[in-house]
Nanobody, 122 residues
Framework: QVQLVESGGGLVQAGDSLRLSCAATGRTVSDYAMGWFRRAPGKEREFVARITATGAIRIYADSVKGRFTIARDNAKNTVYLQMNSLKPEDTAVYYC???????????????WGRGTQVTVSS
């Protein structure tokens, strides 16, 4: 079993940056793809970014491409989401997930964190 704990959220102004972290415990996730998702108030959860187990492939939602960067440190069992040039529409609860199966944006995930709140004021 894998437990995922997100951290690094907060209240920032438009244009600011934040780095989210997702620490995994229970077992290594070095052989799992990792993803970040978000859910804004009144909206469905949406895909943000995904990184393969080796880090060789990263994909992003169009809405964050060029502003967000996903990265992982398998030695620390942690995945990151660097968010730059934040916009009010980035306000959401951000979740990380670990998945053992392949795929793109719609790939299934086996484990989910509880989320961290990001609020961007205008």
């Amino acid at each position: 079993q894998v437990q995922l704990v997100e951290s690094g959220g907060g209240l920032v102004q438009a244009g600011d940056s934040l780095r989210l972290s997702c620490a995994a415990t229970g077992r290594t996730v070095s052989d799992y793809a990792m993803g970040w998702f978000r859910r804004a108030p009144g909206k469905e959860r949406e895909f943000v970014a995904r990184i393969t187990a080796t880090g060789a492939i990263r994909i992003y939602a169009d809405s964050v491409k060029g502003r967000f960067t996903i990265a992982r440190d398998n030695a620390k069992n942690t995945v990151y989401l660097q968010m730059n040039s934040l916009k009010p529409e980035d306000t959401a609860v951000y979740y990380c997930a670990a998945g053992s199966r392949g795929g793109g944006e719609s790939a299934p995930y086996d484990f989910w964190g509880r989320g961290t709140q990001v609020t961007v004021s205008s």
